[in-house]
């Protein structure tokens, strides 16, 4: 994924795979994108609960209806 792919995340809801949970998905919210160490990231925030984090992008997949 390019940091352009990414940025048009935002603003969507998504699933995130927690790392060390196995395969536990957890409903966020992107609010912003940005490169790291050449690797795009997220910043997320839960869709419920509080505090935000950034995440490696390729952690994430679409909501599926």
Do not use: N
């Amino acid at each position: 994924m390019t940091l352009t792919e990414a940025r048009t995340l935002i603003g969507t809801d998504r699933l995130w795979l927690a790392p060390g949970t196995g395969k536990v998905l957890i409903g966020i919210h992107v609010h912003d994108a940005r490169m790291s160490y050449g690797r795009p990231q997220l910043q997320i925030q839960p869709i419920s609960g509080r505090g935000s984090q950034w995440i490696d992008a390729d952690l994430t997949q679409p909501v599926e209806d």
